[in-house]
């Protein structure tokens, strides 16, 4: 099983955390603490060719022999996507009950209890479980990653923003609500989230509640989430966007907060250092990966077939996978980080590792 090579820390530039107290024993899953440690994925600029057409499944075919043990071929996914997300829907319900004042509540329920996939949520309880946890040490977090995430959204459809009319399937929020609203709705989600991550987990030592509050507030602050928009929104139109900045754009806005889940999860589940860090690089593979796809189905599928509007980036001239590298090789660099994100599972037992596993091909192999 070949794994994915440590990239030296010369040539890194994309800062996120690793769990270690003292570097000079094995620290012990209840001494852990986060560091710093550098690490990169580079994408490379190939220019269109005149090949013949090569699908994404043809493409994304993981070059590990993890795909063929049987715990992971046996794998129920789609039972196993329907009973979490169950799980998660309920947790969301009722950690935003329809109270006075009714107007922000029926808002944020609005956004929050919408439907998705819960994929990021569903991360957060499989890398919980990975590492030997109960999924209810996790649920708190997973709930929280899932209104901070709303809030994003609610955001990013605004017209100041992206100006979005549609999201998943449904008018976005500032369209039902007004401006006002859906910012305060926003607002009160991004709040809520800390609060529920802090007061409601249950069976987790508090300076692994600590850790995981640090994980999602770096994701989402002004050197993660933030970063990633304001870069993106300064980026609109311009042509000196290269594949360096458009991977910086997608690292901040769409793959810390998924990075934030998996790590999250591992750590309230009493995840070692080595098993945080190894299903850190698993996000940041995924989570990139979820980018390379979203760009890829935003020239591929219809409004109808994604439930949010089509062909926006190529009409607002924004700068994306497909249009920096062509549409063949951006399906190659999506399945080159479904190989990392997949050879990253390689040393956890096979059972345990195939939500993850699957998650990934989820991932890469989604139509909307």
């Known amino acids: 099983m070949a794994l994915f090579s440590h990239v030296p820390i010369s040539h890194n530039s994309l800062y996120l955390k690793n769990?270690?107290?003292n570097p000079s024993k094995t620290?012990?899953?209840?001494?852990?603490?986060?560091?710093?440690?550098?690490?990169?994925?580079?994408?490379?600029?190939?220019?269109?060719?005149?090949?013949?057409q090569i699908t994404l499944q043809q493409l994304l075919i993981p070059k590990t022999n993890f795909l063929h043990s049987p715990l992971t071929?046996?794998?129920?996914?789609?039972?196993?996507?329907?009973?979490?997300?169950?799980?998660?829907?309920d947790a969301l319900d009722q950690a935003v009950p329809l109270q006075e004042p009714f107007k922000i509540h029926e808002a944020m329920r609005?956004?929050?209890?919408?439907?998705?996939?819960?994929?990021?949520?569903?991360?957060c309880l499989a890398s919980c479980e990975l590492v030997g946890g109960d999924e209810s040490c996790a649920m708190a977090m997973a709930s929280a990653v899932e209104m901070v995430h709303t809030m994003s959204l609610i955001h990013d459809d605004l017209p100041c923003m992206d100006n979005d009319d549609l999201r998943r399937g449904k008018p976005t929020n500032h369209k039902v609500y007004g401006d006002d609203t859906?910012?305060?709705?926003?607002?009160?989600?991004?709040?809520?989230?800390?609060?529920?991550?802090?007061?409601?987990?249950?069976?987790?030592?508090?300076?692994?509640?600590?850790?995981?509050?640090?994980?999602?507030?770096?994701?989402?602050?002004?050197?993660?989430?933030?970063?990633?928009?304001?870069?993106?929104?300064?980026?609109?139109g311009k042509q000196d966007v290269d594949l360096n900045k458009l991977e910086y754009i997608h690292v901040h806005k769409t793959a810390k907060l998924l990075e934030a889940a998996v790590v999250g999860g591992a750590v309230l589940g009493g995840g070692n250092s080595s098993e945080v860090e190894r299903v850190r690089k698993y996000a940041r593979s995924i989570g990139l990966l979820f980018q390379v796809v979203d760009d890829i189905l935003d020239v591929t599928k219809s409004s109808e077939e994604l439930g949010k509007t089509a062909g926006k980036d190529l009409l607002s001239d924004k700068a994306t996978y497909p249009k920096l590298m062509g549409l063949e090789r951006a399906k190659e660099f999506?399945?080159?980080?479904?190989?990392?994100?997949?050879?990253?599972?390689?040393?956890?037992?096979a059972g345990k590792a195939a939500p993850?596993?699957?998650?990934?091909?989820?991932i890469a192999y989604r139509q909307n």
């Open 19 to 21: 769990t270690i107290t």
């Open 27 to 52: 620290p012990t899953k209840s001494q852990q603490s986060l560091i710093y440690l550098p690490m990169r994925i580079h994408a490379t600029h190939v220019p269109i060719s005149s090949s013949p």
């Open 73 to 89: 071929k046996g794998f129920e996914f789609d039972a196993y996507m329907t009973e979490k997300a169950k799980l998660v829907n």
């Open 110 to 123: 609005y956004s929050l209890l919408a439907g998705g996939k819960r994929v990021r949520p569903v991360l």
């Open 182 to 236: 859906a910012v305060l709705a926003g607002d009160a989600l991004l709040s809520l989230a800390f609060e529920h991550l802090a007061t409601r987990s249950v069976g987790v030592e508090p300076d692994r509640v600590v850790q995981a509050i640090r994980e999602l507030a770096s994701a989402v602050g002004s050197l993660g989430l933030v970063a990633g928009q304001i870069v993106d929104l300064s980026s609109e």
């Open 334 to 349: 999506a399945g080159e980080l479904l190989t990392k994100a997949v050879d990253e599972l390689a040393s956890f037992d």
């Open 356 to 362: 993850l596993f699957h998650l990934a091909h989820y």
